[in-house]
């Protein structure tokens, strides 16, 4: 334990501040194994959690090793999960002791893409009680606090996954977002967030504090410490055709680049502009 909360060393520092793209791209050529990648990231979280309270799980390593001539996307990339995300074997419990000791049967879709993708599964991070909080804090996790000051808030309901972003443990949140999940952690904590279009993201095995809810959805949403992974992001799991794996995604290859969509219900027109 003391090894891990050590200082990192100059090579891990400028492993941590690596782009995602990067990241893959060293991986593929032999620079960096995925397996350091996850140790160095490891440890991060690590000190994460002791500052903050931001970890609910450290999960079992399922670090890939590189492929001859390797395409995937995002290989060696440390990502962490929320805990609404299943993951075989853990608990997802949404902040609630009743769905401890209640391990999932099989990932969630996303979780299996990302896997699949060569991605690095390490954490699933703290969320508050029944996901409905503006700070992130449960009788089953406690208190997670902000990463710059702790006398402040992470936010919620991602607000473990924005505190281990924030302290460099991970390089991608997979979160969710109903009424700011993502957006109020990351503003919160100086990161960068998108609640994305409802059937842009998988959410088969994203399980939500209102199940049967439809008129407003809870979206699989990520979460970046910068504009560029994020962005990265983004393009890199939708070039993996998500649709072809779940039935809650929408087909967008379709779309004509820059042409704005606006689908009007029969009944329900949207707004006018508010005038500035």
């Excluded at 400028?14 to 791209?25: F, H, T």
């Excluded at 896997?115 to 996790?141: F, I, N, Q």
């Excluded at 439809?214 to 993996?240: K, W, Y």
Aim: hydrophobic fraction near 35%; charge should be negative.
């Amino acid at each position: 334990m003391r090894e891990a909360l050590a200082p990192p060393v100059a090579s891990e520092e400028s492993l941590l501040r690596l782009p995602l793209a990067q990241i893959v791209d060293s991986c593929r050529i032999g620079e960096i194994s995925p397996s350091t990648v996850r140790d160095v990231f490891l440890r991060q979280a690590l000190k994460a959690h002791t500052a903050t309270n931001c970890v609910a799980e450290f999960l079992p390593n399922n670090s890939t090793t590189p492929r001859e001539k390797d395409s995937r996307p995002f290989l060696g990339v440390p990502i962490g999960i929320k805990d609404t995300c299943d993951y075989e074997g853990t608990d997802t419990t949404l902040g609630y002791s009743c769905n401890v000791n209640k391990p999932a049967t099989s990932h969630s879709v996303i979780t299996q893409m990302l896997l699949d993708a060569g991605a690095t599964l390490h954490v699933k991070t703290t969320v508050p009680t029944g996901l409905m909080a503006l700070e992130t804090d449960s009788d089953l996790y406690g208190y997670c606090s902000n990463p710059y000051n702790p006398r402040f808030t992470s936010g919620a309901s991602t607000g473990g996954g924005a505190a281990l972003l924030a302290y460099g443990g991970s390089k991608i949140e997979i979160g969710s977002d109903f009424g700011g999940s993502v957006r109020l952690p990351a503003h919160f904590s100086g990161l960068y967030s998108i609640k994305a279009s409802h059937g842009r993201f998988p959410e088969t095995g994203m399980v939500s504090f209102s199940p049967g809810l439809q008129g407003i959805h809870l979206v699989t949403s990520p979460m970046a410490q910068n504009l560029e992974d994020l962005t990265e992001f983004c393009h890199r799991f939708i070039d993996l055709e998500p649709w072809k794996n779940c039935h809650t995604v929408g087909r967008f290859s379709d779309l004509n680049p820059g042409q704005p969509v606006l689908r009007i219900h029969t009944s329900v027109c949207p707004c006018p502009l508010a005038p500035r």
